[in-house]
């Protein structure tokens, strides 16, 4: 079971990144990043990895976003720097 603290600093730190335009998925403890880069806070995803979450990008946002094969292509390439990176 989780303490009183703890479920008061996710509920917090949920609240703020939705505001700022993070998406969260139900029960499985993962956040979804903005689409706006401009808008991602390293700082609050630190905390919330801390805290149990991941993080990831939207797949389907890049997908759309560059159109067809290319954008797959893009997620393709997005997936294994993120594979290779998360080893390091």
């Known amino acids: 079971m989780i303490d009183t ?3 008061r ?3 917090g730190l949920r609240y703020r990144m ?3 335009g993070y998406r969260f998925e ?6 979804y990043m903005p689409d706006d880069p401009a808008c991602r806070s390293k700082l609050m995803e630190k905390r ?6 991941g993080v990831g990008y939207n797949m389907l946002h890049l997908f759309a976003e560059n159109g067809g094969g ?13 594979l290779i990176f998360s080893k390091t």
């Open 48 to 53: 919330l990895v801390s805290l149990g979450y």
């Open 9 to 11: 600093k996710i509920y």
């Open 26 to 31: 139900g029960r499985n403890r993962y956040c």
């Open 70 to 82: 290319k954008g797959l292509l893009v997620c393709c390439a997005l997936c294994v720097s993120l």
């Open 18 to 20: 939705k505001k700022k």
């Open 5 to 7: 603290s703890k479920k």
